[in-house]
Every structure is written in C-alpha cells, then in structure tokens.
C-alpha cells in the first residue's frame, strides 16, 4: 500500500488551526485527528485519579489512561484544562506513551481514507517531519484571546478576556521554550497569520497553500 497523505497543522492556541484541519480534512475527504485533545485527555485522567499534573509520575499514569471516548466531552475544552495539558505534555514519557498512537493514526487513517490531517504542536518536526504539506499557524495573542474568550462564552464559561491573554501568553511560552518537542515551525511548513483573517478567509489562505501538493500526491495514488 502506498503512504497515506499527510498534512500536519501546528501552532499556538486558538490561532484557527484546528477548525482549519477539521475543514481541510472535510475539503480532502480525509480523516482527522486533534493531538491536543490526547494531552487534555491526559489532564483529565490525572485529574479525576485525584492526581496532580505538575508530577512527571502522575502524568505517565495519567497518559496510559486516557479515555478517547471523551474526546468530545466539554470537561477537557476548559481553559484549566488547557493549562494541564501543557503541564502533561512537557513530560517526555507522556510523549513517549502518546507518539505511536499519533503514528498509527497518520499510517492507517481510519475510514481507509488516504490521507489524514493532524493539528497539534509538533506534528510537522517529530510526529511525521516526512508529511506532504505542514501548516505552521498564528495571529495576535490579542486576537487569539478575544477568539478564545468568544468560544468560551458559547460555553457559558465566558471569563476576563485579560486573564485569558495572560494565560495564553504563559501557555505559548512554556510550549515554545520546553526541552522535549517545543512548538517552533517545521523548516518546510507554509507559515499562515490569521490575525486580520475570518475562518473563511483563513481557510481559503490554507487550501491555496497546501493544494499543489496535495493535489499532486492524489494524481500519484495508484488507481484501483
Ligand atoms: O491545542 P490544545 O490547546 O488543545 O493543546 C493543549 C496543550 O497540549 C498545548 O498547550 C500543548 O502544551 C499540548 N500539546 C502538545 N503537542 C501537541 C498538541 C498539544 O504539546 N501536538
């Protein structure tokens, strides 16, 4: 069988970029997967075993545990949850415990789809640095607060937009100044700003980005 088509969407919280791989994958008809929701998975267990995310130890356990049955579950989307899961994920045995899970996932999408889209923060420099085209994506921590903000009220968990930047700025720097795995672009990645851009704009910039190659690796596919 020839290597599935990939293509990896990293970058700082709320830029887009999930939303961004859910429409490509749906573009492409591909499958999808969100990486950051096995670290917010993580969080959880530890969380409900009564554990504490900051302890390398809890968060191995926490991370062999995990229950991808509530990776839809509004408990991990909180901006609590979001902060322990970047506290799991600097764990190197957390990552060690969720990379081949990721790899299958990229190597054998489900649905026999021939191809897969991953977001996350390190798809395109460790999970699968070989994929067919990587997204690197960004805007203004201002902007990216205001989102988060406006998602968390659909939530009916709304909070101080103030706080919310403090966080993410916080998050961003633990995730681009950790030892293991740190969010940086890949060297071959199409950087994407979607500060002055709506989720129709943006994904239109996305599609015309990644199109050439992907369109190029479906013409490669044996027929049949
Ligand atoms: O993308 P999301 O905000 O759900 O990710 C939560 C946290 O999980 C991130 O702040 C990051 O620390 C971690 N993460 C990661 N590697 C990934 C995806 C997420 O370290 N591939």
């Known amino acids: ?18 939303t961004l791989a859910k429409r490509l994958a749906h573009h492409f008809g ?3 997967l969100d990486s950051g929701s096995l670290y917010r998975l993580t969080a959880l267990a530890v969380i409900e075993a009564g554990g504490n995310p900051a302890s390398a130890s809890d968060a191995e356990r926490g991370a062999h545990a995990i229950d991808l049955s509530m990776a839809n579950d509004p408990k991990i989307r909180t901006a609590e949850m979001g902060q322990a899961a970047s506290l799991v994920a600097a764990v190197p045995a957390v990552r060690a415990a969720l990379l081949n899970f990721q790899r299958e996932f990229l190597a054998h999408p489900p649905g026999e789809s021939p191809g897969a889209v991953m977001d996350g923060r390190d798809i395109g420099t460790v999970i699968c640095p070989m994929a067919t085209a990587k997204l690197f994506v960004d805007a203004k921590p201002e ?18 937009e103030a706080h919310i930047l403090a966080e993410l700025k916080a998050r961003d720097l633990a995730d681009k100044s950790r030892p293991i795995s740190p ?9 994407l700003d979607t500060s002055d851009l709506d989720i129709d704009a ?5 599609l015309a980005l990644v199109k050439p190659k992907i369109e190029g690796a479906l013409k490669a596919l044996p027929q049949g």
Do not use: C
Request: a negative charge; proline letters at 6%.
């Open 1 to 18: 069988m020839s290597n599935p088509i990939v293509i990896t969407v990293d970058g700082t919280a709320a830029s887009g970029k999930g």
């Open 30 to 32: 591909f499958a999808h």
């Open 143 to 160: 902007v990216r607060a205001h989102r988060r903000w406006l998602e968390l009220e659909s939530l009916d968990q709304g909070g101080d």
């Open 183 to 191: 969010l940086k672009p890949a060297p071959d990645v199409f950087l």
């Open 202 to 206: 943006a994904f239109a910039a996305a």
